[in-house]
């Protein structure tokens, strides 16, 4: 195995060739750290049972985790560490080189980069895609909010949200209450300052404007992040689908490979000669695992490592992941030992199909 990096529209895009008897693991949203109404919701346990599977099997040649890894938007940091240290300690043990790429809930890793050696591989960080060669077929991952139209139309948006967290955690570090005590010391400060201080000029006003929303953050984000989780998973997830067409949350595979946002991707990477045609297509986010083979590609969607996955009541499966092998790619389930959902050979027609998997 070895790794180049391509320059694809500006970006730095690592390639990484694998040879025809080399294992590559691949899977996506753990959210180490997700926590509601009092359960802890990644199954990092589960996780770490998989890991030592690895560990004793000792023939995966790459890691790739596929984004939603930490959650990063919602979970305390306390959370994030205690529910992410015996796998990452698992993952430290791999004889494999390591790929993350960062989804958006754990955005703000996007730009850590470790030189040189770690443990007996490489580990990488690349913020958007990774492309693989195995055989001379390309596989394209990415996590899978690319192709989210709520994030496209927000134009980056979303990202603030990360912001809001790093901040919001800087506050909580804070002893005991004093996050509220100074964010109420701020709003009462903004309401002095609007009390005695009258514009007299255009740019006087500007800066009152602009010193009140400073002073008012930290008063808004500490009601945001004790609110989101009970705004987005109590209340959003279970109508968005209804309300918001463009939610890719809980969609099959079946209408994301059609999504003219995963097509412009493909034709954009395809017009590069030294990318070539991509064969398989693996991404995430949905937490519906899934597989579609069309038009001679092949798509994956890796699914969740996390309690009560989107519309998990109609049996959407998680602890799912993408298993790369002999030429092969397959969809496994992990109960205890490797189940297999899905088979394709890269370069071949036979497949494996699972009847009673959710995907079909």
């Known amino acids: 195995?070895?790794?180049?990096?391509?320059?694809?529209?500006?970006?730095?895009?690592?390639?990484?060739?694998?040879?025809?008897?080399?294992?590559?693991?691949?899977?996506?949203?753990?959210?180490?750290?997700?926590?509601?109404?009092?359960?802890?919701?990644?199954?990092?346990?589960?996780?770490?049972?998989?890991?030592?599977?690895?560990?004793?099997?000792?023939?995966?040649?790459?890691?790739?985790?596929?984004?939603?890894?930490?959650?990063?938007?919602?979970?305390?940091?306390?959370?994030?560490?205690?529910?992410?240290?015996?796998?990452?300690?698992?993952?430290?043990?791999?004889?494999?080189?390591?790929?993350?790429?960062?989804?958006?809930?754990?955005?703000?890793?996007?730009?850590?980069?470790?030189?040189?050696?770690?443990?007996?591989?490489?580990?990488?960080?690349t913020p958007d895609i990774l492309l693989l060669d195995v055989e001379g077929k390309k596989v394209l991952l990415f996590h899978g909010h690319q192709l989210d139209n709520l994030f496209l139309l927000t134009k980056g948006l979303w990202r603030v949200q990360s912001y809001i967290y790093l901040f919001s955690e800087m506050l909580f570090a804070l002893p005991g209450p004093l996050e509220w005590f100074f964010a109420a010391l701020a709003t009462l400060t903004v309401l002095l300052l609007l009390f005695l201080f009258h514009a007299t000029s255009l740019l006087m006003e500007a800066t009152i404007i602009l010193a009140s929303i400073i002073l008012f953050s930290p008063l808004i984000i500490l009601l945001w992040r004790d609110l989101q989780d009970k705004v987005w998973y109590g209340f959003v997830q279970k109508i968005g689908p209804r309300l918001f067409k463009s939610r890719l949350r809980g969609k099959s595979i079946e209408s994301l490979a059609v999504s003219k946002p995963l097509k412009k991707l493909v034709s954009f990477l395809e017009s590069y000669p030294e990318i070539g045609r991509v064969d398989v297509v693996i991404f995430g986010h949905t937490h519906v695992p899934g597989f579609l083979v069309s038009n001679g590609k092949v798509f994956i969607n890796t699914g969740s490592w996390v309690k009560n996955s989107y519309n998990s009541d109609n049996g959407v499966e998680n602890k799912t992941y993408v298993r790369i092998e002999g030429g092969k790619v397959r969809l496994c389930k992990w109960d205890g030992k490797e189940v297999v959902l899905f088979e394709k050979e890269i370069q071949g027609k036979k497949q494996i199909f699972n009847n009673n998997f959710y995907g079909l």
């Open 1 to 125: 195995m070895f790794v180049e990096e391509l320059n694809v529209g500006g970006r730095r895009v690592p390639l990484v060739h694998l040879a025809k008897d080399e294992n590559a693991i691949v899977f996506s949203d753990v959210h180490f750290g997700l926590r509601y109404g009092g359960r802890t919701l990644s199954l990092h346990e589960d996780l770490s049972n998989f890991l030592d599977h690895l560990n004793d099997e000792d023939k995966t040649r790459l890691l790739v985790l596929l984004g939603d890894i930490f959650e990063l938007w919602s979970g305390s940091l306390r959370d994030v560490f205690q529910d992410a240290l015996n796998p990452l300690r698992l993952i430290a043990r791999l004889s494999s080189s390591v790929i993350f790429v960062p989804g958006n809930h754990d955005r703000i890793s996007a730009r850590m980069r470790f030189p040189g050696s770690r443990w007996a591989g490489e580990i990488y960080v």
